[in-house]
């Protein structure tokens, strides 16, 4: 049992949560008040919706603060009032500036969904799947101005499933991180924990994500279009255009042309023969509709599994893939 502390957590997406909780749950590192970013907007209905962290402080009667930028003095200042030992922040969603990093008396850590110096950056999680990595991690690091630039205090690895999409990962993620951060802040509060300066040569980033980044090009390889997939559920979700309309893929498979019956494949192989025939590109042509729908792509084909349009309902590409003509067109 260790000392009480007085923490501040700030954290925002899903991430955040099973860390706060985690927090919550040790008497001793239960954070003094949760900063979190404002509620956002979402839907026709123009609904205001809670950050996650926001849901779970509150639900445990943690004060919560939404700051929308720490320039207002009075910010800091309710900062400044809570006499901290640590300010830890994970998924915030914003750069701490110095007026806060030197409020705490031991300092500020950030909990990163990467192996720092690797993907730097808003989006580590996705890029990690979208770049086809085996391997990421949670490291925890110093805060300092620079954007997860702080020396390393810790690292936790986790391999990456092939079949894993982004929710999946986040979440095995963050599950790591609560499982070692009590551990790790025992360690830390004991001195007993030294930082590595980061390899500055190894840093590679990642960008803040949009939904036009979703967007599928049929001229690409089929493992990347399937690592897009996965990496970009459940957002900013991925789509593509038939026949005028947006269409999002939810999720889809590298087919195994050997599992096929006898009458799938002859259809596939008359849909290439006739592409072969006509001299066009295959790329984003429907090759078999039958049972399951396959497009093809600049290597090979994809499956579409789960698919909506827009306005529509979410629905198994199986059962309405007699819908998409042979030889019909994804852009």
């Known amino acids: 049992?260790?000392?009480?502390?007085?923490?501040?957590?700030?954290?925002?997406?899903?991430?955040?949560?099973?860390?706060?909780?985690?927090?919550?749950?040790?008497?001793?590192y239960r954070p003094l008040a949760?900063?979190?970013?404002?509620?956002?907007?979402?839907?026709?209905?123009?609904?205001?919706?809670?950050?996650?962290a926001k849901v779970t402080a509150l639900e445990h009667s943690i004060p919560c603060l939404q700051f929308t930028t720490f320039k207002d003095l009075a910010n800091v200042q309710a900062l400044r009032d809570l006499d901290l030992d640590l300010i830890v922040t994970a998924a915030y969603g914003k750069i701490l500036p110095s007026s806060v990093l030197d409020l705490p008396k031991f300092g500020a850590i950030n909990i990163h969904g990467s192996l720092l110096p690797e993907l730097r950056g808003a989006s580590p999680i996705q890029t990690a799947i979208l770049q086809g990595k085996q391997e990421t991690g949670v490291s925890i690091i110093k805060m300092v101005k620079a954007m997860d630039a702080g020396c390393i205090y810790a690292q936790y690895r986790q391999a990456i499933g092939p079949d894993m999409t982004y929710k999946d990962l986040e979440a095995s993620l963050a599950n790591l991180a609560a499982r070692n951060i009590v551990k790790f802040l025992d360690a830390y509060f004991a001195n007993q924990v030294q930082g590595v300066e980061q390899d500055e040569n190894s840093v590679t980033y990642c960008h803040l994500l949009q939904r036009e980044d979703g967007q599928l090009n049929w001229h690409?390889?089929?493992?990347?279009?399937?690592?897009?997939?996965?990496?970009?559920?459940p957002w900013p979700d991925t789509f593509t255009d038939y026949g005028g309309k947006t269409m999002k893929i939810y999720?889809?498979?590298?087919?195994?042309?050997?599992?096929?019956?006898?009458?799938?494949?002859?259809?596939?192989n008359d849909s290439l023969q006739k592409i072969k025939s006509a001299n066009t590109q295959p790329d984003?042509?429907?090759?078999?509709?039958?049972?399951?729908?396959?497009?093809?792509?600049?290597?090979?084909?994809?499956?579409?599994?789960?698919i909506q349009f827009a306005g529509g309902k979410r629905l198994a590409a199986g059962e309405i893939a007699h819908n998409f003509p042979l030889l019909s067109q994804f852009n």
Do not use: W
């Open 251 to 268: 999720s889809a498979a590298l087919p195994q042309i050997s599992n096929l019956t006898p009458h799938q494949q002859q259809i596939l």
């Open 220 to 233: 690409e390889p089929a493992l990347n279009l399937y690592n897009k997939i996965r990496a970009f559920y």
């Open 284 to 306: 984003g042509k429907v090759v078999l509709n039958k049972g399951c729908l396959l497009v093809a792509c600049a290597d090979g084909f994809l499956e579409l599994q789960e």
């Open 1 to 28: 049992m260790g000392d009480y502390k007085r923490i501040c957590f700030m954290g925002t997406a899903d991430f955040a949560v099973p860390i706060l909780k985690e927090l919550i749950a040790c008497d001793y």
């Open 34 to 52: 949760l900063v979190t970013q404002p509620d956002t907007v979402i839907g026709r209905k123009r609904d205001l919706h809670m950050p996650p």
